[in-house]
């Protein structure tokens, strides 16, 4: 196994340093190393940062292989800086027992990019009636620790406080998609004064909201622990805000393209926009910040959401709900989160990023080896930025087999230069390494 000497790195962005990976762990960290035979990557004017982890990606293995799949998925989570990703099991077949769970775990150790930690389905074919096997997916070689129906919310207030009842004796967590299906039926966006005059059925903020103050109530019923996913509103943050001064276990998520955009992207009616739950106001997106800012909210996730040409390039309505988002989530949250004169309200510094992209996420998930201080004798999980570069977004760039990026032809900060699994380089110079 090869040794690697980076030089000069800024762990968290502060002063710069060497380490020496050797043997899957940072082996030394200081000044001046030296290491006979090491590889050598220049890390001047890069910040280092543990591995990014997602909490939610959409890798479409098995069943949508012409959108994505573990090993595409893989390779885009790396060359956005991430070490580990949750996949999540709205595949088909659903990954609702421990076969499935077990197949998409192989395919991620195959693929060998990022450790790919399959999500169980909370019911039986996202079906919402009948709980899922949890403990055998528990069990399995996969280890699942989260459970999800995400792209359905579990609307039966009796199954959800059953799944939480089991989940807790698993150690485990339910990640709930908010959305109160009633409320939803037919919805195509944001529901306000821009859905009325462009004609487009609303998905209320009380559909999430609704389901988001019935959770944590059951969660501190039960004792156990919840996660949302995706929070996209004002009134959502002040529920968890409450929740969590109330003890409640619950955490949450929130996307980069609800820090980023709004419900003005429906203005062209054009579905790369198109995404559930939906873009939201100036207000939800200022809430959302803050929300992330002061902890209140613990991670960011990119509910990267792949999508075949035909599924999304069609009419609004049509359109499946969903956009990419592991290549540019550290970029988004740089733009949107961090500011060039340093740190001040409502703004994250590097070791904020880490925790919130990095640390948080994996102790939700129960990742052992990821989320790890840089310090000697830790698993070699690491990224390394350039905050200084700006790159525009070309969607026939991404690695993703899917083209479906909100981001197209925007300018971001932050390249991803190069990311470590376990020591060895997954990404070199901002190329996937194979
Ligand atoms: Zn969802």
Known sequence: MTTYLIKNARPYGEDAVDLVLRDGDIASIGENLTAPGAEVVDGTGLVLLPGLVDLHTHLREPGREDAETVESGSRAAALGGFTAVHAMANTDPVADTAGV?????????????????????????????????????????????????????????????????????????????????????????????????????????????????????????????????????????????????????????????????????????????????????????????????????????????????????????????????????????????????????????WRAVADRMSVRPAAIGRLAGHGRPIAAGEPANLVLVDPAHRGTVDPAALASRSRNSPYAGRELPGRVVATFLRGTPTVLDGKAVK
């Open 101 to 349: 769970v077990e197949q998409v775990w192989r395919l991620g150790q195959e693929a060998g990019l990022v450790d790919v930690v399959p999500v169980g389905a909370v019911t039986v074919g996202l079906a919402g009636a009948q709980l899922a096997e949890l403990g055998a997916m528990a069990d399995s070689a996969a280890r699942v620790r989260v459970f999800s129906d995400d792209g359905h919310c579990v609307a039966d207030p009796a199954l959800m406080r059953r799944a939480l009842e089991y989940v807790k004796a698993l150690d485990g967590v339910v990640a709930q998609h908010a959305e109160e299906p009633r409320l939803t039926v037919g919805a195509q966006m944001h529901e306000g004064d821009r859905s009325a005059r462009l004609g487009l059925t609303g998905w209320p903020a009380a559909a999430e909201e609704a389901i988001i103050a019935r959770d944590v109530l059951l969660a501190q019923h039960v004792g156990a622990r919840l996660h949302v996913c995706h929070v996209s509103t004002a009134g959502s943050v002040e529920l968890l805000r409450w929740a969590k001064s109330r003890g409640v276990q619950v955490t949450a998520e929130v996307t980069p393209h609800h820090l980023l955009l709004t419900d003005e992207c429906a203005e062209g009616y054009d579905p790369v926009f198109k995404v559930n739950p939906p873009l939201r106001t100036d207000v939800d997106v200022a809430a959302v910040r803050l929300g992330l800012a002061d902890g209140t909210i613990d991670a960011v996730a990119t509910d990267h959401a792949p999508h075949a040409v035909e599924d999304k390039e069609c009419e609004w309505a049509m359109a499946r709900p969903g956009m990419l988002g592991l290549e540019q989530a550290l970029s988004v949250v740089v733009t949107t989160m961090m500011s060039p004169d340093g740190p001040g309200p409502g703004r994250l510094d």
